[in-house]
């Protein structure tokens, strides 16, 4: 794989685009650049704008780089729907699959979609596609029609949406998985594992959250009288905010579903010179609201992503043999699909093994306190 991969592009912007400058800036096929996506929200937690680059500041490992350009909505989407299958997700799931025709009317041509499960193990029901029919059709014939039980692997999953990404190929449209969940799971990653494959994969971790009152009140209880128990539950908030993603917590997921896919499509990026590093080292991404963005917006906030590992030939090809080494799948699914439309295919969670020596993702601090507890 040719160095441009994991969001470094190289390519000819020559779209409309918020520019740094004006006129907008054209930019060769030689040039290296990082897109970042990212969401400004308000007070209200919705999205702010318009911006211009002299509202941002971005910085690549603690150094200021110039804006080269901005973008909102530009270029195709790869998406994945994670959905959790275990035994508390079944109303959740059904309304996803009655809201999933008016969700996609959000998408647009050039846009493809996969479908997910996970519980214990990660299944692959439909590889990316741009048959937005066929992908409705497999949440309600196929995911709707399997059974919710089991355990929660919740990092493991959005860790096997992040390896089938890298497994398709790098091109130079936008990449997000969008994971519907209760985000109840038992540890299966490490989160800084998880952060840095989705890096890799240059994708951007959502989350369509369900939650009821009385759980929300069980974990208040948990966390006080038994920590012990929520020490071994994970959760997509690290994640999610590492990757620069969003979450849409609903008790309702037929109104929080199409309200989630039209924020990531037409979601801003910005885009910097790659600087000068050798291959494969991490790199970390702060990206802020300078004193102009600040004024523009007082107490707005910025979720973006916040690292990316600097492409090689050398990592990229590691990284592909890797991934066909533990999925073991690609070619054997190419067969089936041409023979048989539809075949499903299991991610083994117990043959995927950690390797020995892995980059923990930038720590970002402590994770905030515990809700208080709702009135009886």
């Not at 799931?93 to 050039?110: D, N, P, Y």
């Not at 929520?230 to 309702?252: D, H, P, Q, R, S």
């Not at 969670?349 to 980059?359: F, I, M």
């Amino acid at each position: 794989m040719k160095r441009g991969r994991l969001g470094l592009l190289a390519l000819v912007v020559s779209q409309a685009v918020w520019a740094a400058e004006p006129p907008a800036p054209t930019f060769t096929a030689e040039a290296n650049l990082v897109r970042v996506d990212f969401e400004v929200l308000g007070r209200e937690g919705q999205p702010v704008g318009p911006l211009r680059a002299e509202h941002l500041v971005v910085k690549d490992d603690g150094v200021r780089q110039e804006v080269a350009a901005l973008t909102e909505g530009q270029g195709p989407l790869d998406l994945v729907l994670l959905f959790d299958i275990s035994g508390s997700m079944e109303n959740a799931v059904e309304q996803v699959a009655a809201t999933a025709e008016v969700a996609f009317r959000e998408l647009r041509e050039g846009d493809r979609v996969a479908v997910m499960t996970f519980e214990e193990r990660s299944t692959l029901l439909l590889r990316l596609t741009p048959d937005l029919e066929r992908v409705t059709r497999t949440v309600r014939e196929r995911v709707l029609a399997g059974r919710f039980e089991g355990g929660t692997a919740l990092l493991a999953g959005v860790d096997d949406a992040a390896r089938y990404l890298m497994s398709t190929g790098r091109g130079a449209g936008r990449r997000a998985v969008v994971i519907i969940t209760d985000n109840q799971g038992l540890r299966s990653r490490k989160e800084g594992a998880v952060v840095n494959r989705l890096w890799e994969a240059d994708a951007a971790l959502h989350g369509l959250v369900t939650a009821s009152r009385g759980r929300t009140v069980m974990q208040w209880y948990l966390r006080i009288t038994a920590p012990y128990v929520m020490f071994l539950e994970e959760g997509i908030g690290g994640a999610v905010a590492k990757t620069g993603g969003v979450v849409v917590a609903a008790k309702n997921a037929e109104e929080g579903f199409p309200e989630l896919i039209r924020r990531i499509r037409t979601r801003p990026a910005l885009y910097y010179r790659m600087p000068a590093g050798p291959e494969g080292k991490f790199r970390k991404i702060d990206v802020e609201l300078s004193a102009a963005g600040r004024k523009a917006f007082p107490r707005a906030k910025i979720y973006a992503r916040r690292g990316y590992r600097i492409p090689g030939a050398e990592t990229a090809v590691a990284s592909a043999e890797e991934l066909l080494a533990e999925i073991d799948i690609e070619e054997e699914m190419e067969e089936e699909v041409e023979e048989e439309e539809e075949e499903e295919w299991d991610i083994v969670l117990q043959a995927v093994t950690e390797p020995e020596e892995e980059e923990e993702a930038v720590e970002v601090g402590p994770p905030p306190p515990p809700p208080p507890l709702p009135p009886m």
